[in-house]
């Protein structure tokens, strides 16, 4: 008669699947029952062995009367082995939350994991009154997954844990098997731990396979890839690269990038750049070097591309919105100044550029707002993407909306057939532009903020709802606040739109730009032609209330009519030479004031006359030699000579030439004498 064996557990599950395993490394050997306490334990119990599944439940049946046994083992347990490639699959370095009905148990299965050599990953014991678990990646529960909390994004089942070897060893020794038993039991349990590792082999080999595939692909690329890992070691190094760095892949790969790429500027750019994209040169070779953070990953990919061929995908990009119209026309470099407010605002733009936020450029009609637009558009990460300028206060309203949100088929007639892309989703992954802003009726307000905060649109007519990924550029001559509080222009929209600002300063605000507009336009129509001092001057005084486009317009007419080499105050338009009597300054009427300027003028024309520097020092200095009273700091002498310039009487450059006084101003200075 074969010996005979009573397992006892708390579950039904746990039962079937040490059943199970006891029955395929036992059966042939012993007479084997169970019983869960959770289904009912039978009145009287008597074997030969009594195994309790675990120490837990030897304390909650061990004491019960009729169970009747030679020997009483607890059972040891251990992780399933064909659930440990499930364990290997979670990324390292991750919180992994273990779950089971008891605090102990759990303590226990950790520490069996870490005997195991599962230590990639950081456990944490899950108790049953734990309100919330914060930080964790995956949840793992030997079969008791439905404790898990819901909330946490994964959890794996790490099926029932079985009895250990030294359990099973146990029961042989008790039921006095053979020895030749254990060590066939042994060779059964080995041989399963044996097909596992095959498993893992085959996987391992697998895994080998794909990197190499992938290493063949990456190397048929034309352009050189580089990866790093988390913690910055190489992990792709293509054959491109080899030749570029003139080193071998092998000797790059799995080192920190630091020791093995000599060029500091390049790895501080992979490492720890900020932009897209930047150049360098390696060897001699002039190369792009585009930088991309793997979501999820932790991994950066570069791509170094030759200049030349970067610049030619760069060509083929805005060929295809070049083609429809929708780029950008012009840049920086053509927007003109000398002011150095202005030079400032230059610089402010590329850097606003850089940034996705919307801009709203606000300035009087003529300053240059659209010019700037097209220029940040240009310099932007947006700038092989389209850029779509839209004059809101040139079309009715809602010739504006089909315009901007396009429309389905039949929505109106008139309308195209198959309908039409609105201008929103013209300008995807590009800039749309939206002069005069003032101008749109608080209904348009309202889609707009919605287009703004949801970054999706639907055509007129439609029900599907288009993603678009665009960038806002807005602009106006109006004085938006004082719109906001008469009401016609929504505050919520103008937050959104104002997220970064910029101000262009009317002409008049920055006089010195106008010898250099000039200069541009006359060598831009393509003339030898030169301008006379006394227009010059005049130019240079006038109010420009029309501002840069008023001047172009000026020189436009007077490079039309102009019959020989030189421009005089006869070419000007007939509108500007009416206003020529008006224009002489009449003197203040404040005493003072008028021998202040008397004072100034007379010293800047001294200087003018002896080919002197007119600075604000030496200008304050000399006022020193008049009357007390009319002593001026240089800070003072600074004001001053602002206020004579805005009135066009002198005007000041920067170098050697200093101050000078402009025709009018010697006018002006004779008719205070
Ligand atoms: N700094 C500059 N250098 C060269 N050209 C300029 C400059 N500023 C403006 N312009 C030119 O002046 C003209 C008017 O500029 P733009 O259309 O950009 O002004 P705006 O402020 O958008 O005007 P509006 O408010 O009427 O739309 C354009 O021809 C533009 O090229």
């Keep these: 008669m074969k010996p005979s064996l009573i397992l006892l557990t708390g579950g039904m599950k746990t039962r079937h699947t040490l059943h199970q395993q006891l029955q395929q490394l036992l059966g042939d050997y012993l007479d084997i029952d169970s019983y869960a306490v959770d289904e009912g334990l039978p009145a009287g119990l008597e074997a030969d062995v009594i195994l309790f599944s675990s120490e ?13 046994a030679v020997t009483f083992i607890t059972g040891q347990r251990t992780v399933h082995h064909e659930h440990l490639d499930k364990l290997l699959t979670i990324p390292a370095g991750a919180n992994v939350l273990v779950v089971n009905d008891e605090y102990n148990v759990t303590l226990e299965l950790i520490q069996s994991l870490n005997q195991l050599g599962i230590n990639h990953v950081r456990f944490v014991a899950y108790k049953k009154n734990h309100a919330y678990y914060d930080d964790i990646d995956v949840a793992v529960s030997p079969g008791e997954v439905e404790l898990a909390p819901t909330y946490l994004p994964m959890v794996l089942d790490i099926g029932v844990r079985l009895l250990d070897m030294t359990t099973i060893l146990r029961i042989v020794d008790h039921c006095r098997l053979d020895g030749n038993v254990a060590l066939q039991i042994s060779e059964r349990y080995i041989r399963s731990i044996i097909e596992l590792q095959q498993k893992l082999l085959l996987s391992q080999q697998e895994t080998k396979e794909v990197y190499h595939h992938i290493q063949n ?36 790969i799995n080192r920190p990038i630091d020791t093995v790429i000599l060029q500091n500027e390049v790895v501080h750019f992979i490492r720890d750049g900020v932009e897209e994209s930047q150049f360098f040169s390696i060897h001699g070779v002039e190369v792009v070097v585009y930088r991309h953070s793997m979501i999820g990953e932790q991994s950066i990919v570069t791509v170094f591309k030759s200049v030349h061929q970067a610049s030619e995908i760069e060509k083929t990009a805005q060929r295809k919105y070049r083609e429809t119209g929708f780029y950008a026309k012009y840049s920086f470099d053509d927007i003109f100044c000398e002011n150095p407010k202005m030079i400032e605002l230059k610089q402010i ?49 809602s010739l504006l909306e089909s315009e901007l949100f396009g429309y389905e088929d039949g929505s109106f007639t008139g309308g195209q057939r198959g309908g039409k892309k609105g201008l929103f989703e013209l300008a995807d992954n590009g800039t749309i532009f939206l002069d005069e802003i003032g101008d749109i009726s608080l209904s348009m307000q309202s889609r707009l903020l919605r287009v703004i905060q949801e970054k999706e649109i639907r055509r007129i007519g439609g ?8 960038r806002i550029i807005t602009a106006t001559n109006k004085k ?53 001092q006394s227009l010059m001057d005049r130019l240079i005084r006038a109010e420009w209330d029309g501002n840069i486009r008023e001047l172009k317009n000026t020189l436009d007419y007077m490079l039309t009519v102009c019959n020989g080499t030189v421009l005089t105050k006869d070419d000007l338009p007939q509108y500007q030479k009416a206003q020529q009597a008006a224009d002489i300054e009449s003197p203040p009427q404040n005493p003072l004031q008028q021998s202040e300027h008397r004072m100034i003028l007379e010293i800047v024309m001294q200087c003018n006359e002896t080919g002197k520097a007119a600075s604000r020092e030496y200008i304050s200095a000399k006022t020193k ?37 402009t025709e009018v101003g010697i006018s002006y200075l004779e008719s205070l004498l």
């Design 56 to 68: 837990s439940l030897k304390k909650e049946v061990g004491h019960l009367k009729n169970m009747n």
């Design 217 to 252: 692909v990456v190397n048929t690329i034309d352009d050189g890839i580089l990866v790093i890992n988390e913690t910055s070691e190489v992990t792709v190094f293509n054959q491109k690269l080899e030749a570029l760095f003139q080193v071998q892949a092998d000797v790059i």
């Design 349 to 397: 733009a590329k850097k606003l550029a850089l940034a996705e936020h919307p801009i709203l450029i606000q300035g009087e009609s003529g300053t240059g707002k659209e010019l700037f637009a097209h220029a940040i558009h240009k310099h932007s990460y947006r700038k092989n993407g389209p850029f779509l300028p839209v004059n809101c206060s040139a079309l009715s309203e």
């Design 463 to 470: 029900s599907k709802i288009i993603p678009i990924n665009i």
């Design 480 to 532: 938006i606040e004082e719109q906001m509080k008469a009401q016609t222009f929504r505050n919520d929209l103008f937050y959104r739109l104002n997220v970064l600002h910029l101000f262009i300063p009317p002409l008049r605000q920055r006089r010195e730009d106008i010898p250099l507009l000039i200069h541009h336009y006359i060598t831009k129509n393509g003339k030898w032609i030169k301008v006379e």
């Design 625 to 661: 030699e008049h009357h007390a009273s009319l002593f001026l700091s240089p800070q003072q002498v600074r004001r001053r000579l602002e206020d004579l310039e805005q009135k066009g009487l002198i005007i000041k450059r920067k170098g050697r030439g200093g101050t000078r006084m």
